[in-house]
C-alpha cells in the first residue's frame, strides 16, 4: 500500500487540460483577440466595398460589428465599473475574444474561399475557428462557459443578419487571391499584439458608474 506522502504526490500530478497546455491556449486565444480581428475586419470591409457587393454591403458589415462589440463593451462597463454579475450563471461579461472571432472569422473565410453557390463551407470553416478559440479562452481560465456562449451568439447573429440582409459576399476570382495575401499579411503583423480595451475599460468604468474613488 503506497504511503501517504505518495498519494498526495500522486494526486498533485493529476492535471486538467488547462494546467497541461497553458501557453497553446494562449496562443490560440491571440487569433481572437482585438489586435488582431478589428484589423482583419477592416480587411474585410475593404473587399466587400471592392467586390460585387459594394460600399453599402461594407457599411452593413461595419455597423453589425459595431453593434455587436457595443453589446460586448456595454457588459464589460457594467461588470468593470458597477459589479454587476450573474453569479448563478457565472456570468460577468459577453467574452470578446470569441463575439469577435464568431463575426470576423466567417467573413474572411466566405471572402478567401468560394463562397457561392454553396456558402455553407465557408461559414462553417469561420465557426470551426471561433469555436476552437472560445474553446481557448474557457481553458486559458479567461471566461466561463456561459461567457465564451454568449460571445458566440453575439457573433453568430451579427454573421446571420448580415446574410439575412445582404447574401454570402463574393469576391471574384482575380481579387481573391488579393484578399487571401492580405488576409495572412494582417495576421502575420498583427497576431501576439493585446489591444488595451480591457485596461481601458476596467480604469475608466469606475467613473462611468460613479464608483471612482
Not at 480587411?43 to 455587436?68: H, N
Not at 463575439?99 to 465557408?122: D, E, F, S, T
Not at 502575420?188 to 480595451?197: E, N, Q, T, V
Amino acid at each position: 500500500m503506497a504511503a501517504p506522502g505518495a498519494r498526495r504526490r500522486g494526486l498533485r500530478t493529476t492535471r486538467t487540460p488547462k494546467d497541461v497546455f497553458p501557453s497553446m491556449w494562449s496562443a490560440i486565444s491571440n487569433f481572437g483577440d482585438a489586435a488582431m480581428t478589428l484589423p482583419l475586419a477592416l480587411v474585410c470591409a475593404l473587399w466587400l466595398a471592392l467586390g460585387s457587393a459594394g460600399w453599402r454591403a461594407a457599411a452593413t458589415w461595419l455597423g453589425l460589428l459595431a453593434s455587436a462589440a457595443a453589446l460586448v463593451g456595454a457588459t464589460k462597463i457594467l461588470y468593470a465599473g458597477c459589479g454587476v454579475e450573474l453569479r448563478a450563471l457565472q456570468f460577468r461579461v459577453i467574452s470578446g475574444h470569441t463575439m469577435l472571432a464568431a463575426c470576423v472569422w466567417p467573413m474572411v473565410c466566405m471572402l478567401c474561399l468560394r463562397a457561392r453557390p454553396r456558402p455553407r463551407l465557408a461559414i462553417a470553416c469561420g465557426f470551426a475557428i471561433a469555436s476552437v478559440i472560445a474553446i481557448a479562452r474557457v481553458y486559458a481560465r479567461a471566461h466561463s462557459l456561459s461567457e465564451v456562449a454568449a460571445g458566440v451568439v453575439v457573433g453568430a447573429a451579427a454573421t446571420a443578419c448580415y446574410l439575412q440582409w445582404r447574401g454570402a459576399p463574393q469576391l471574384p476570382a482575380h481579387l481573391r487571391m488579393y484578399a487571401i495575401v492580405s488576409v495572412v499579411l494582417v495576421g502575420a503583423l498583427m497576431y501576439g499584439r493585446h489591444a488595451p480595451i480591457q485596461h481601458a475599460i476596467q480604469t475608466y468604468s469606475p467613473a462611468l458608474c460613479g464608483r471612482d474613488s
